[in-house]
């Protein structure tokens, strides 16, 4: 027998299982069924709750209080807590997934789910006891409470070891001190996970984690921020001044709060990356509308190749971040490592939201300029701007997903893209007045 024989029977067993294998891979580039039905539920719901009122709470600054109300009765607001907590007990999957769908219908919705999910009620889940889950988890599934999470200060950035927030033991109390900033969802919360230094000279060491009701006395806030969007959405400083909360409020071991801190961040990526991509697919989505819609030299945009090129290269990068979302998700469902998967989701996701959004006041230019809803390209363009400069910046990022060395990064953010400027023509002009 042949060489060529033997080789041939020999790998016949193993191309049968690699058609096996490929087959089972094949099968699952679709979502499971529960997913699909999340997807459509999701997407049913913000057509119908969120994306009407989505401008007008984003312009006055209006916490959707119903909304949130409404998406606590479906299980958004805990999705990976497990049934006996009174959560929905679904995957992170899902929970991507979800946040997609919500944002894409109402970005300050999206972060407020955000927050309670990842931020709030993670850390509590992963770290708290069986008595401070009952307590600090259950009353925040259902939306008629939701938290909050303190670790940012004005002096620190994203340097959470440089806290400079303290705590001191005295009887059977800990006392906090110091002013915690940016923080989301504060001014709705009643309750948040805050960070703050048990001994200053260990640095991250020193650092531990605690839960602490709002209001309390020595809890104060300050005034909300003027943000470039997601408006509807609190943020403000946070400030301790002899602020007492007992012992047991304690989350975790002493000295473990950097540790919570960061594991808390990777989740919150995947959650940051999900609300990107939903605002990257309404920006996409309101231009291929009016890529349609609009006609020039007697045929819709759509028929330019130029406008082709650009439609095209936002979908590559949509579609692109959303499979590195995905696979962050699905590498922590299996309690794999996803911190760099998570980062360069985030990353990804943030940028392509940005970069979708500037370029769709290219095709879109007569609309460009107008209030919302007419107005609705600018109003996407200003919405990434927060979401990229969170959880934090995108050269933090390259750092953690191994991109760039880490060290000293610098990261500035301009409207020095082309689509920002004199984009009006005399349609737009006219477009522009209130």
Not at 66 to 92: F, H, I, N, T
Not at 249 to 275: H, S, V, W
Not at 311 to 316: E, G, S, V, Y
Request: hydrophobic share 45%.
């Amino acid at each position: 027998m042949s060489a060529a024989m033997l080789l041939a029977r020999a790998c016949g067993p193993i191309r049968g299982a690699l058609r096996r294998q490929l087959h089972t891979i094949y099968q699952s580039v679709e979502l499971p069924e529960t997913h699909q039905m999340l997807r459509q539920t999701c997407q049913d719901f913000a057509e119908k709750e969120l994306v009407p009122m989505a401008a007008q709470i984003d312009k006055e600054h209006r916490f959707p209080a119903a909304q949130v109300k409404k998406m606590g009765e479906l299980g958004l607001l805990a999705m990976d807590v497990p049934e006996e907590l009174s959560g929905a007990g679904l995957d992170y999957l899902a929970y991507a997934i979800a946040m997609e769908e919500i944002s894409r219908g109402c970005a300050s919705t999206g972060v407020i789910m955000s927050v309670n999910n990842s931020l709030y009620l993670g850390p509590i889940l992963k770290f708290g006891s069986k008595e401070q889950k009952q307590k600090w988890i259950q009353p925040f599934t259902r939306g008629d409470k939701i938290g909050c999470f303190a670790l940012s200060e004005p002096g620190n950035g994203s340097d959470a070891g440089a806290a400079a927030t303290t705590a001191r033991e005295e009887g059977d109390s800990w006392v906090l001190n110091g002013t915690k900033a940016w923080i989301t969802n504060c001014w709705e919360a009643s309750a948040t996970v805050v960070f703050a230094s048990v001994d200053r000279s260990l640095r991250h060491k020193g650092i531990s984690a605690f839960l602490v009701p709002m209001p309390t006395p020595g809890l104060s806030l300050g005034k909300k921020e003027d943000k470039l969007g997601i408006k509807a959405s609190s943020t403000a400083n946070v400030i301790f001044e002899d602020c007492r909360i007992p012992k047991d409020n304690l989350l975790g071991e002493p000295g473990m709060g950097f540790k919570i801190a960061m594991q808390t961040l990777d989740m919150g990526r995947i959650g940051i990356a999900a609300q990107a991509l939903g605002i990257a697919q309404a920006a996409l989505d309101c231009a291929v509308n009016y890529a349609e819609n609009r006609k020039a030299f007697g045929a819709p945009l759509t028929k330019l190749q130029g406008i082709q090129f650009k439609l095209a290269d936002m979908a590559l990068a949509l579609e692109s971040a959303r499979l590195l979302t995905w696979r962050a998700a699905m590498l922590k469902d299996n309690k794999k490592p996803f911190s760099k998967e998570a980062a360069m989701a985030k990353l990804a996701a943030s940028e392509a939201a940005t970069a979708i959004s500037h370029q769709v006041s290219i095709p879109s230019a007569a609309c460009a300029w107008a209030r919302p809803p007419r107005g609705l390209v600018v109003w996407h363009l200003l919405l990434p701007q927060p979401v990229l400069l969170t959880d934090p910046t995108p050269a933090f990022q390259h750092s953690v997903g191994g991109l760039l060395p880490p060290g000293p990064l610098l990261f500035t953010l301009g409207h020095s893209d082309p689509g920002w400027h004199g984009l009006r023509d005399r349609d737009a002009s006219r477009a522009a007045l209130p």
